[in-house]
């Protein structure tokens, strides 16, 4: 048994026993940026994307339902399809000024403090992931080695050159076709410190989360245009550290994104070998370095032994079906337990660039006056349990981690109580029957939600002390990285349908697993998921207008 499963017992537990250090205090004067800052790379501005055509969200947020885009003959991506995909999942896109319960509410007005908006939902909003494109021959631009500049939305080139022998070599043989027959790729990692400021030990769990929301972006949006995105998240990542000139200790990848470019030929068998070969022969590495802004850095000890136990069988593959034996049990409700059946599934002509512009956690907002209805909290289910990452663990999607509880608060024709959701009869199960507003906010740590307003909260859980079973302690980033998975979904489907949203990481895991009959089982509540209509007419600023 490896430290991951101590590791994920002592986030479970943090709402009763605070994770050390228990004295941390977050210094915000000394915070760092939110992205890294190469002040001597050269930068290169993507294409403005506002004039491509928005798709229906719904072909990205249910895959095989009717109308769903088939992924295997579409084109691959060029250049403004790559650039309209990373501004529209984590380039700058609004300022967020409007009046609610968060606790920065009273900096956003002056610039220092501002809070702009992304599509992708980020922990705490720091964003800590940083998105590296390896260009082959067959790219854009001058083959090499460039970082995605958020702020500015351009690509900065931090080495010139065919790097993509290096990215096969760290794959390795073992790694899926399509991940190995393109020159193509984004390189995830997380810069370790732009997260543990705040969270210290904590981060490692946040930023696990925060992989699994932006894979899960890009993963629909590009369904919806009809291109596929599977993450590779098993590798040599001392090599890709190697490459990215960053210390393994203080930064890690944790996935690498294929990419079909769009008219470029497949590779042969001989092609791959041959590229491989020259990454073994060469190990070239970036020498520009972010500069950092905090003057004080400080380390945590989980964070670090999280770090290093991942990196232990990074490079072995796990084998095909693995994660079945990871997969939800069967529904424990008592054989006479009410059920309710939901309508089928679906949503709205809402674009994917909407959806991703217009997400937002409502904070303080929801209002019980209007009850949700049963479809829209049906759609919303069905796109959450219908989330995967789809990586090479399970690279045809066939295992479902994440089971979905719901504690119904005001949902039209639906009684107040907590129910498992069966995604496959299309149901929900009840599981404790009555009022459970009292208990959602007593078991919320923070003032920003109010929980008990909400039309419906809900709960996805994963067996992740059996998913580390099977894959080992780099298992614990695919089962956290889902449930961010989910999140994402939440938001979007949310969105599409016009209801507020908002996702916490901050209650008490424990009493939600005792509430919900689950603390005989290995099934964990990672994350509460509020949804319901907002306030009518909230105060807001349009600062475009300004």
């Known amino acids: 048994m490896g430290y991951a499963h101590e590791y994920a017992r002592a986030v479970l537990h943090r709402g009763r026993v605070p994770m050390e250090p228990t004295d941390h205090v977050v210094n915000w004067d000394d915070s760092p940026r939110r992205g890294k800052y190469y002040p001597h790379a050269e930068a290169f501005a993507l294409p403005t994307t506002e004039d491509l055509a928005d798709v229906p969200v719904a072909s990205g947020l249910l895959p095989g339902a009717a109308g769903a885009t088939d992924t295997d003959n579409a084109p691959g991506f060029g250049l403004t399809m790559l650039s309209a995909m990373l501004k529209d999942s984590y380039g700058l896109t609004g300022r967020r000024l409007a009046i609610q319960a968060n606790t920065d509410l009273a900096g956003l007005p002056y610039y220092p403090h501002a809070n702009w908006s992304r599509g992708t939902a980020g922990g705490g909003g720091l964003y800590p992931v940083s998105i590296h494109w390896a260009s082959g021959p067959s790219g854009p631009l001058t083959p090499g080695l460039h970082y995605y500049d958020v702020q500015r939305h351009a690509v900065q080139r931090l080495l010139t050159g065919d790097v993509t022998g290096t990215v096969h070599d760290a794959l390795g043989p073992n790694a899926p076709r399509e991940a190995l027959d393109t020159d193509q790729y984004l390189i995830l990692g997380v810069k370790y ?13 946040v930023v696990c989360t925060d992989v699994g929301t932006l894979v899960q972006t890009w993963r629909i949006w590009a369904a919806a245009r009809g291109l596929r995105i599977s993450p590779v998240l098993w590798f040599d990542e001392s090599r890709l550290n190697n490459l990215l000139g960053v210390p393994g200790e203080d930064e890690g990848v944790f996935a690498v994104v294929p990419l079909r470019w769009e008219g470029a030929p497949p590779r042969s068998d001989t092609d791959t070998r041959d590229v491989a070969s020259r990454g073994r022969g060469h190990r070239p590495t970036v020498r520009h370095r972010d500069a950092e802004r905090s003057r004080v850095l400080l380390d945590f000890t989980a964070l670090t032994d999280m770090h290093t136990a991942t990196l232990e069988d990074a490079t072995r593959h796990p084998p095909a079906g693995a994660l079945a034996a990871a997969a939800p ?7 006479d337990a009410a059920r309710v059946p939901l309508p089928e599934p679906a949503l709205p002509e809402f674009g994917v660039r909407r959806a991703l512009r217009e997400r937002r956690s409502s904070f303080g907002r929801f209002d019980a006056r209007r009850s949700v209805e049963v479809g829209p909290l049906s759609s919303v289910l069905a796109a959450c349990a219908r989330t995967g990452l789809v990586d090479d663990t399970d690279p045809g999607g066939l295992y479902r981690l994440v089971r979905l509880y719901v504690f119904v608060n005001h949902v039209a024709g639906i009684e107040p109580g907590a129910y498992a959701y069966d995604p496959d009869a299309c149901l929900m199960r009840l599981v404790v029957p009555g009022p459970q507003g009292t208990f ?3 078991n919320y740590f923070l003032a920003n939600y109010n929980l008990e307003q909400a039309g419906a909260v809900l709960v996805p859980t994963v067996r992740t002390r059996a998913v580390l079973d099977v894959l080992g302690d780099r298992g614990y980033r695919l089962a956290v990285g889902t449930v961010g998975a989910v999140a994402q979904s939440f938001y979007l489907a949310a969105s599409a349908l016009g209801l507020g949203a908002g996702v916490a990481l901050g209650f008490d895991n424990v009493s939600f697993a005792e509430r919900l009959g689950l603390s005989d ?6 994350l509460i998921m509020a949804l319901g209509h907002e306030r009518p007419t909230p105060a807001d600023f349009r600062h475009e207008l300004a």
């Not at 049990?329 to 054989?335: D, V």
């Not at 089982?521 to 990672?526: H, K, N, R, V, Y």
């Open 193 to 205: 410190w732009q997260n543990s400021f705040k969270y210290n030990s904590f981060s490692f769990h």
């Open 329 to 335: 049990l069967s529904i424990g409700t008592a054989p």
């Open 440 to 442: 959602l906010q007593e």
């Open 521 to 526: 089982t290995d099934e964990a509540p990672l």
